[in-house]
């Protein structure tokens, strides 16, 4: 892609960076000449800026010379996720909304690259695309903000701090069955919109407490205004919480050259292993599953979860093996819990 009117320097600036990625790596394509600015596309949202932003300076970082020539052009892109606030994710389709537009937008050569939360990818991406890059994850734990904050909390019972009935705002199926199943007296009501909107529900009085992921707050330096950390054996997180990751066309080898060269190594395994779990149990959000993996001392450690909405059941299984066998054992363990859970608790949760 050349326009008439581009700078010519621009494309020696990506050949350089293109050159410095092959060096690092082992890959051989030769870089073609393309021109500046690199189009990103990403959400609006103040967690979405901030994340797109951070992954910029982070590129620039390892190749200055793309921050000199102001090589970015950002490319605010609106989606259903955004729009549509009144229904539950699980309800309007799931993942796939926060990113069809941008999906789009990058098969269609508008913009030549775009920054999502891993969270809200869905694992099926569409054919011509690929995720070429997962920067180092963000803490994946959630957390819970409450409205009266004077309350005592005891970390090793997190929930115990909730009134009897409390209503939780909360829009994740996977939150609301880990809370229901320590305490099924809590109630729940729908709470979207991006963090400041949910805050400000929450301050004026729409619930008692809220769950939100430690990673977007501390993204957007608003960490001090969480009251529980929850530890992942007490609330399993979402796969890829916490994990930025970059889409490309698959036919552009020379950024995803460019890209695979910063990604973080430990976060492309992590999240293999959980999107493959996720991928074979649903990837849809309509299912209350959890899939959190570390690596320790060199061993993957995959948890996965399955549960009805109102948290009766749950489930929960370990796999550990080398991280290059990331996938399989996403497979596997999707698999083992599968097998373990009875058939109409799928049957429930794949209704339309
Ligand atoms: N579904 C919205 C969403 N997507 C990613 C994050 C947080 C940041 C992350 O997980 O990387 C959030 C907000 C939340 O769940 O609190």
Redesign the pocket.
């Known amino acids: 892609m050349r326009f008439m009117n581009a700078p010519v320097l621009a494309s020696d600036a990506l050949q350089k960076v293109a050159a410095e990625a092959v060096r690092r790596s082992h890959a051989v394509e030769t870089p073609s000449r393309r021109t500046l600015p690199l189009r990103v596309g990403t959400r609006a949202s103040p ?1 979405a800026l901030v994340q797109t932003r951070n992954f910029l300076t982070r590129l620039t970082r390892f190749c200055p010379i793309l921050r000199d020539m102001g090589a970015f052009q950002e490319h605010q892109i609106s989606t259903e996720g955004d729009r549509n606030l009144v229904q539950r994710l699980a309800e309007i389709g799931g993942k796939g909304l926060f990113a069809k537009e941008i999906h789009e937008a990058l098969l269609a050569g508008r913009i030549d690259f775009a920054v999502h ?1 891993l ?2 990818l869905e694992t099926n991406l569409p054919p011509g695309l690929v995720l070429a890059c997962t920067l180092k994850r ?1 803490d994946a734990r959630d957390t819970i903000l409450l409205r009266d904050r004077t309350v005592e909390v005891d970390p090793a019972r997190p929930y115990d701090c909730l009134p009897e009935g409390a209503l939780i705002g909360c829009a994740s199926v996977r939150r609301q069955a880990q809370m229901l199943h320590v305490r099924p007296d809590l109630k729940f009501c729908l709470l979207r919109g991006n ?1 400041q909107t949910r805050l400000d529900k929450l301050r004026a009085g729409a619930c008692d407490a809220t769950l ?2 430690l ?2 707050l501390r993204r957007l330096g608003m960490e001090d205004r969480v009251d529980v950390v929850l530890e992942p054996d007490q609330m399993l997180p979402a796969s890829g ?4 990751g970059v889409t490309v066309r698959e036919s552009d080898a020379e950024l995803r050259e460019l890209l695979s060269a910063i990604e973080d190594p430990e976060a492309r395994a992590v999240s293999t292993a959980e999107r493959a779990l996720l991928a074979e149990l649903d990837g849809s959000c309509r299912t209350p599953i959890g899939g959190y993996a570390r690596i320790e001392k060199g061993i993957l450690k995959l948890t996965g979860m399955v549960a009805s909405e109102d948290g009766t059941f749950l489930l929960k299984r370990e796999i550990e093996g080398p991280p290059l066998e990331a996938a399989r054992m996403g497979t596997e363990l999707a698999d083992e819990l599968r097998r373990e859970t009875p058939p109409h608790i799928f049957a429930e949760i794949t209704r339309a």
């Not at 919480?241 to 930025?244: E, K, L, R, S, T």
């Open positions: 967690l939360s969270k809200d963000e963090v939100l992921a990673a977007g919480q916490g994990i930025v």
